[in-house]
């Protein structure tokens, strides 16, 4: 099985063209050299919406 080295950015695109809402921050964080990280102030401001 052949498996790009941008697999992992693509699926992260994907996820990130799910999950955006428009005029909202990017819950996906990029770390230049380590991968990708998400923001936790993302998931504490959707729950305080959600309550």
């Known amino acids: ?4 080295e941008r697999t ?3 699926h992260v695109g994907r996820l ?3 999950i955006n809402l428009p005029r ?8 230049r050299g380590a991968g990708y990280s ?3 102030t993302f998931a504490r401001e ?3 919406v959600s309550a």
């Open 46 to 48: 959707e729950q305080a």
């Open 24 to 31: 909202r921050p990017d819950p996906i964080r990029t770390v």
């Open 38 to 40: 998400f923001d936790e």
């Open 8 to 10: 992992v950015d693509v």
């Open 1 to 4: 099985v052949y498996i790009d």
């Open 16 to 18: 990130r063209k799910a």
